[in-house]
């Protein structure tokens, strides 16, 4: 079966998919956080409460050290409930103990939680990912050029397979011969099919994705177990998922703070002893545990397996936690224009004569040069034609040959049976064409040119031997809200630079329509690799998105490199994030989740050290001033009892995390602003905020507290 037969068995499904890439993402006014996530099935919820419990185990308390420590002081106020007196004569009452006891528990209780359940949501797509892998039957080319039937695990790297219509594809690879429209709706979650064919940068398959139509020859290119579905998997499952720098530096600030108050609670008895009254082991505990960072630390895991759940919803694959993280401080932003700025698209837009000609001739010549051009801008010239009401005679081309378009003519046309040779293409490759020929080039040619381009539109010249009729103008126009949202980047103070293989002049018009803050004409592939490092040597973090072999140096050189999964698998390698629906403009959202994950870690730890200052105020002057009577005026609280005290700031220590945890999950609300202003904005709500809230929280647990000791 011929290319061109292919071709018109899926162009439905072609226009179906180049209508939805066309449209690309259209702003909703909606931020990242506001998007619709997985809901919390009851079976969600019941598996984390399972996980809580099994979380208890030592081996995987011990890689949250401030939680460690929480379950040690359950441990011992857990002996201390059955043998009061383990520890020496104990004058505290058996109930205290108990009540220590289980508000400890609960405590370690919900940080493990809060940590399964964002695992859950993971662990859950997962599940559906796993569906997809199964068991498939594949047709092997062997070495004489037979099929055989293998399964999918024999398959190794370097296989030849043979996918009918139908078929599920059995492992990842790239198409080598045919073209067919390929169902990845298990993967990616879009119903549309995507065109995949051998050459160029869209030939990359993944197993378990199936063939609508056609047949293609896959060249395998993983190992059972190594496919892009098993790495999904693992990270989806969050199995990959390691801390990131920032994660582990705020873990290493915290776990020093533990130490140190557990030094300060260790020689507190000494200093109790000298000042002639002793402190019971459980009320220690309890100071500990209030003055330790619990908050934060038993929600500070589910933060980051959140942020990275949050861009998994977007159906981008992030490779790492890094990568998430590394996108929240991104500088500069690298976006090609074709496909990501602008529709991708180029379409006819006006036909324009020169030198004289007519409308009639121009465009009786440029339908004999698109007749057999199956191109987008080929059939957008049909289509104008026709709204245009340009008659053509189909006739004339019958005993023609067509000339496909190749780079070094950047032409394209017919050459009819009375040897005439009809050209579009290139105006400096048609004005040589002619010249020539001994043409003579129309002295409106450059004049009208020159507008189109300013216009930001792309000019081809159609000429029939010696002489040129005209201009066709096709227009790659700026998606709807880019301009926007490019404003919205710039007020994170994030740099735009457009990279685009046009013309000066008509990158300049693209840059100025869509509000990008640079642009690069001409631009080859090694340009993009001297920007991204140009700007990195200046200190900057520099984010890129890409499908070719060609952009795969410059992905795996940029800071956050999202590739697109109908790419190469070379550019899918290099990225660190693979978007799944491969829309180039994601990597703005990507950016704003990473953002939105940063603010979210500040906020709750601000949030965090802000109530251990509230705590500070219940709990150290409620166990010191029956024996420095001095002490009741930092009784700001006026609690009731040094007993309801310590048991209200205990409790609301441990009601705090289950509270915080849909803000964890979901993330701080995030909105364009400078570093300075989002500063001041969360000092002001979750430092104020974390200040007032344990006051008020801590006085109304007192208040109940009292009427039960």
């Known amino acids: 079966m011929s290319n061109q037969t292919v071709i018109k068995?899926?162009?439905?499904?072609?226009?179906?998919?180049?209508?939805?890439?066309?449209?690309?993402?259209?702003?909703?006014?909606?931020?990242?956080?506001?998007?619709?996530?997985k809901s919390l099935d009851n079976k969600m919820v019941n598996q984390a409460l399972k996980q809580s419990f099994v979380k208890l185990d030592p081996r995987k308390m011990i890689k949250n050290p401030i939680m460690f420590v929480v379950e040690i002081g359950f441990v011992i106020t857990l002996l201390l409930s059955f043998m009061p007196n383990l520890f020496g004569e104990s004058q505290t009452e058996p109930w205290f103990n108990v009540t220590v006891m289980l508000v400890l528990l609960f405590t370690v209780l919900f940080a493990n939680f809060a940590e399964a359940l964002a695992e859950g949501r993971g662990k859950a797509q997962a599940d559906s990912l796993k569906k997809s892998k199964q068991e498939i039957q594949a047709n092997r080319v062997k070495g004489n050029g037979q099929i055989e039937v293998v399964p999918s695990t024999s398959l190794r790297k370097g296989d030849i397979v043979v996918v009918s219509q139908g078929e599920m594809i059995p492992g990842d690879g790239e198409v080598i011969a045919g073209l067919a429209s390929v169902d990845e709706s298990a993967i990616t979650g879009e119903s549309a099919p995507v065109i995949k064919e051998a050459g160029g940068d869209f030939n990359s398959v993944t197993g378990g994705t199936r063939v609508v139509s056609d047949e293609i020859r896959v060249k395998i290119t993983s190992d059972p177990g190594e496919s892009f579905l098993d790495r999904m998997i693992s990270l989806v499952e969050g199995a990959a998922r390691q801390k990131t720098p920032n994660e582990i530096a705020l873990n290493t600030v915290l776990t020093s703070l533990t130490i140190i108050f557990m030094i300060v609670v260790v020689t507190m008895p000494f200093f109790t002893n000298y000042l002639g009254f002793g402190l019971e082991i459980p009320v220690l505990i309890a100071l500990l545990v209030c003055l330790i960072p619990t908050t934060i630390g038993g929600l500070l895991s589910a933060i980051g397996i959140a942020g990275m759940d949050r861009v998994t919803q977007f159906n981008v694959l992030a490779m790492s936690g890094k990568a998430v993280e590394a996108a929240g401080d991104i500088n500069t932003i690298i976006l090609d224009k074709t496909g990501t700025i602008t529709f991708g698209n180029r379409m006819a837009s006006e036909f324009v004569p020169v030198g004289g000609n007519t409308m009639k001739d121009l465009g009786k010549w440029t339908a004999i040069s698109s007749m057999q051009d199956e191109t987008p801008e080929g059939r957008s010239i049909i289509e104008l034609l026709k709204?245009?009401?340009?008659?053509?005679?189909?006739?004339?081309?019958?005993?023609?040959?067509?000339?496909?378009f190749k780079a070094e003519t950047r032409m394209s046309g017919m050459d009819l049976s009375d040897g005439r040779q009809v050209r579009k293409g290139a105006v400096d490759a048609v004005k040589k064409f002619v010249t020539h020929n001994g043409g003579k080039v129309p002295a409106d040619l450059d004049k009208q040119?020159?507008?189109?381009?300013?216009?930001?539109?792309?000019?081809?010249?159609?000429?029939?031997?010696?002489?040129?009729?005209?201009?066709?103008?096709?227009?790659?126009?700026?998606?709807?809200?880019?301009?926007?949202?490019?404003?919205?980047?710039?007020?994170?103070?994030?740099?735009?630079?457009?990279?685009?293989?046009?013309?000066?002049?008509?990158a300049a018009t693209i840059a100025k329509e869509a509000g990008v803050d640079e642009f690069i004409a001409e631009c080859k592939p090694e340009d993009k690799i001297e920007v991204i490092k140009y700007e990195q040597s200046k200190g900057k973090l520099v984010a890129m998105t890409g499908d070719g072999t060609n952009d795969a140096p410059a992905l795996a050189q940029a800071d956050v490199g999202l590739a697109?999964?109908?790419?190469?698998?070379?550019?899918?390698?290099?990225?660190?994030?693979?978007?799944?629906?491969?829309?180039?403009?994601?990597?703005i959202e990507v950016v704003a989740i990473g953002k939105q994950l940063l603010m979210t870690r500040g906020a709750l730890t601000t949030f965090s050290i802000a109530n251990d200052i509230a705590k500070y105020f219940a709990i150290i002057p409620a166990m010191f001033m029956l024996a420095i009577p001095q002490m009741e005026a930092l009784n700001v609280m006026g609690l009731n009892s040094p007993m309801s005290a310590i048991l209200a700031a205990l409790i609301f220590n441990a009601v705090i995390i289950p509270l915080l945890i849909p803000l964890a999950m979901k993330g701080v609300a995030y909105k364009p602003m400078s570093s300075n202003k989002l500063l001041r904005k969360n000092l002001l709500i979750y430092g104020l905020g974390g200040v007032l809230v344990p006051f008020i929280g801590i006085k109304l647990i007192d208040v109940v507290v009292s009427l039960f000791i």
Do not use: W
Request: aromatic content about 4%.
């Open 564 to 587: 697109m999964n109908s790419g190469t698998t070379a550019a899918k390698e290099a990225a660190n994030m693979v978007d799944l629906d491969s829309n180039p403009t994601k990597i």
């Open 9 to 37: 068995n899926v162009k439905k499904e072609e226009n179906r998919m180049n209508k939805q890439q066309s449209h690309g993402y259209e702003p909703t006014g909606q931020e990242p956080n506001q998007r619709p996530s």
């Open 387 to 404: 709204t245009e009401s340009l008659s053509y005679d189909e006739m004339i081309v019958k005993d023609g040959q067509f000339i496909e």
């Open 449 to 506: 040119t020159e507008r189109i381009s300013k216009a930001g539109g792309t000019p081809l010249a159609v000429a029939v031997d010696d002489k040129i009729y005209g201009l066709i103008y096709l227009k790659d126009t700026v998606k709807p809200g880019m301009r926007e949202r490019f404003e919205e980047l710039r007020r994170m103070g994030i740099k735009t630079v457009m990279c685009t293989g046009d013309n000066p002049l008509t």
